[in-house]
């Protein structure tokens, strides 16, 4: 993706990471003239779960000018949500909220390296196989060390920059030199593990099922069931379906990827109305994959020359898609941080500070609703408050009615009597079915 093949000595912005927040905020800088490098330890496109995207991430999207590539792809347009937690069916359809542009289904494979390339055509140098292993945030200007791979050959080096910016994911490079990485509460601590599959019959939002090939005709719902030990994830898209189980971290912990695997395909093979959409579906097995640290926190995320964001951050059970989201929102509010520093250093402690208490912000409201009543581990109930007053009232409203949808709304409903909102009566926006026709 760079058109010179020399890692340059030093540059104004060094992104560690391609993947949607790397990506996006390189694109936001390199596009206001400032020298930004994109070290990326993989080769895109890379193997990643299926994913669905809520409508907000459209106003993302146009910051960053990626939105017309969006389009252009093609990807699968979703309807909404469809639950069954605890027997009881209910439905969102995105139109009910005003949504003007739809929610997608998504290959990350593809878009992450949509975003990747639009940050390079927006004069972003970035460099694939290099990884970051040592960031010196003591010295004058930061020096990150890396390891370049490029080629089949090993080379170590160096570059000199004046703001570091962690996106490496769950890696979370900084947090591990900081030891500032928090689990949470051992209740509410996950795994998922996920595969794909051929020719799975899908959930519209008239609650029937269709066969796989009627995807681009008729639009998909999420579809999500919980079961004894967790939840499950159906995500249509245009040739495969993604699905994934999470469940917590206790239940796996003695079994080795075979038996994780084994216990995937039985769970799925035993749940009610996910075993009718997988009843002539083909498993692919090279697809099975799983990720381990879910729902954790870092407690240092900004300083005077350098910022945490996306799951470099944090991050937390994704039953509400809110994954990218918080990658694409921290990216714009890290850009302006750091376009506002590099024009006037003196203040760059203050917009740290800013930069930090917004992501801790979005951070904690998507955690509280994520994680129900067990949300208070590691989040400022008065930032989170705040932010619920800044958010338009529609958008709450929806995140309500998805909480509602999976019984983890008590924290949600406690933080708004908390802000001074009254929001509308959730039951009206999350409908109740009395079947499915699969």
């Known amino acids: 993706m760079s058109t010179e093949h020399d890692i340059p000595r030093r540059c104004d912005v ?56 969006i389009e252009q792809q093609g990807f699968v347009a979703k309807a909404g949500g469809i639950t069954v937690w605890n027997d009881k069916i209910h439905r969102i359809a995105f139109a009910d909220f005003g949504f003007a542009r739809p929610a997608l289904h998504v290959e990350r494979d593809i878009f992450d390296e949509l975003l990747l390339k639009h940050a390079a055509t927006q004069g972003a140098r970035v460099f694939q196989q290099v990884s ?33 910016i962690d996106a490496s994911g769950s890696a979370a490079l900084l947090a591990g030199q900081f030891k500032s990485k928090r689990l949470i509460d051992s209740r509410m601590r996950f ?69 994780r695997e084994h216990y995937f395909l039985r769970t799925l093979a035993a749940a009610p109305y996910m075993n009718q959409l997988l009843a002539e579906a083909e498993y692919l097995p090279d697809s099975f994959s799983q990720r381990p640290d879910y729902s954790y926190y870092s407690s240092r995320l900004c300083g005077e020359n350098f910022y945490c964001i996306g799951d470099a951050a944090a991050f937390v059970d994704p039953i509400y898609s809110h994954g990218v989201l918080n990658a694409f929102y921290n990216a714009s509010i890290v850009a302006l941080a750091i376009a506002e520093s590099l024009q006037n250093p003196a203040q760059r402690a203050r917009h740290a500070q800013l930069c930090e208490n917004r992501i801790r912000q979005f951070y904690g409201f998507s955690r509280s609703l994520a994680l129900g009543e067990f949300g208070g581990d590691g989040v400022d109930e008065e930032l989170v408050c705040r932010f619920m007053r800044q958010v338009p009232r529609v958008e709450l409203e929806l995140m309500l009615a998805a ?22 009566p959730t039951q009206a926006r999350a409908h109740a079915m009395e079947s499915l026709l699969l």
């Open 14 to 69: 060094l992104v560690i990471g391609g993947g949607p927040a790397g990506a996006s905020v390189a694109a936001l800088l390199a596009r206001q003239g400032i020298v930004v490098v994109v070290l990326e330890k993989a080769l895109h496109p890379r193997p990643q779960v299926g994913e669905s995207l809520i409508p907000h991430v459209w106003k993302y999207a146009e910051l960053t000018g990626a939105a017309p590539l």
């Open 132 to 164: 970051a292993r040592d960031v010196r945030l003591e010295l004058e200007q930061p020096e990150v060390c890396y390891l370049d791979r490029r080629g089949g050959a090993s080379a170590e080096g160096t570059i000199r920059c004046r703001f570091v």
């Open 191 to 259: 795994l998922s593990l996920w595969g794909r599959f051929k020719n799975s019959r899908f959930v519209g939002a008239d609650g029937r099922g269709y066969p796989a090939g009627d995807v681009k005709k008729v639009r998909p719902v999420t579809f999500v069931t919980s079961f004894e030990d967790g939840w499950i994830w159906h995500i249509a898209m245009r040739e495969v379906a993604s699905i994934g189980l999470v469940i917590n971290t206790d239940k796996a912990r003695a079994m080795d990827k075979t038996r």
């Open 403 to 424: 909480a509602f949808m999976s019984e983890r709304s008590e924290n949600f409903h406690r933080l708004a009597r908390n802000a001074g909102l009254n929001l509308r």
